[in-house]
């Protein structure tokens, strides 16, 4: 998993509540496995029309935005099905950051786990950030994971809260199974105290 310590990136505004993981990736595109090559699908009934081009409106397809690193969204992002496809479509597009009010919690834990942070703030401080978003080419926000602060467009910071262990496997790049082979010491002398005891 990647790492995740300071990300400097043009923030695209959302203002959509209850956004679910079927319109982050619909369901046609989790035939899949992989985690790559679900950039295309992302949004993809807000992002094209029905003849397949694309809706110039969407946020995404604005000249701008189109190479965003970071979502600023309205509340309640990620609800509906646990679907891990959702956060491995934003990370192939390029969104490694998401800020809203809240996250349906499995959505929230299943971005950690591929490398996402998703930050959550007040809502005046929503609104603050989305109104660095709406500046175009001007909305870059700089997110600094070890200091926890979020900072805009015209120099103000804020700053935002985080579970330690969360922090420590984002800064860190470990998903699960990086957590584990991380404890492989303990792990192997636990097992050979076992062994030893007769029970291998």
């Known amino acids: 998993m990647e790492k995740f ?6 923030a695209a505004p959302m203002r959509i509540t209850n956004v679910d993981t079927d319109r982050i990736i619909p ?15 992302l949004f993809s009934e807000m992002r094209y029309n029905d003849d397949g081009s694309e809706n110039p409106d969407f946020v995404l397809n604005q000249p701008a935005y189109r190479n965003a690193k970071v979502l600023v969204a309205g509340d309640n992002f990620g609800c509906g099905s646990s679907r891990e496809h959702a956060p491995w479509a934003l990370a192939d597009f ?7 009010t809240s996250f349906a919690d499995i959505f929230f834990n299943n971005c950690a786990k591929n490398g996402i942070l998703a ?45 330690s262990g969360r922090k420590e496997s984002l800064l860190n790049g470990l998903d699960e199974i ?23």
Do not use: M, W
């Open 119 to 163: 930050i959550i703030v007040s809502p005046q401080d929503l609104e603050k950030l989305f109104d660095d978003a709406e500046r175009g080419a001007n909305a870059t926000l700089t997110i600094d994971l070890e200091s926890q602060t979020i900072k805009g467009p015209d120099g103000g910071t804020l700053h935002f809260d985080i579970d």
């Open 94 to 100: 390029g969104i490694r950051c998401i800020i809203s």
């Open 178 to 200: 990086g957590l584990t082979l991380k404890r492989a010491p303990k792990i192997d002398a636990y097992e050979e105290k076992l062994a030893a005891r007769g029970f291998a």
């Open 5 to 10: 310590t300071t990300l400097t990136g043009v």
């Open 27 to 41: 369901k046609q595109y989790l035939k899949t496995i992989k985690r790559t090559g679900l950039g295309k699908g």
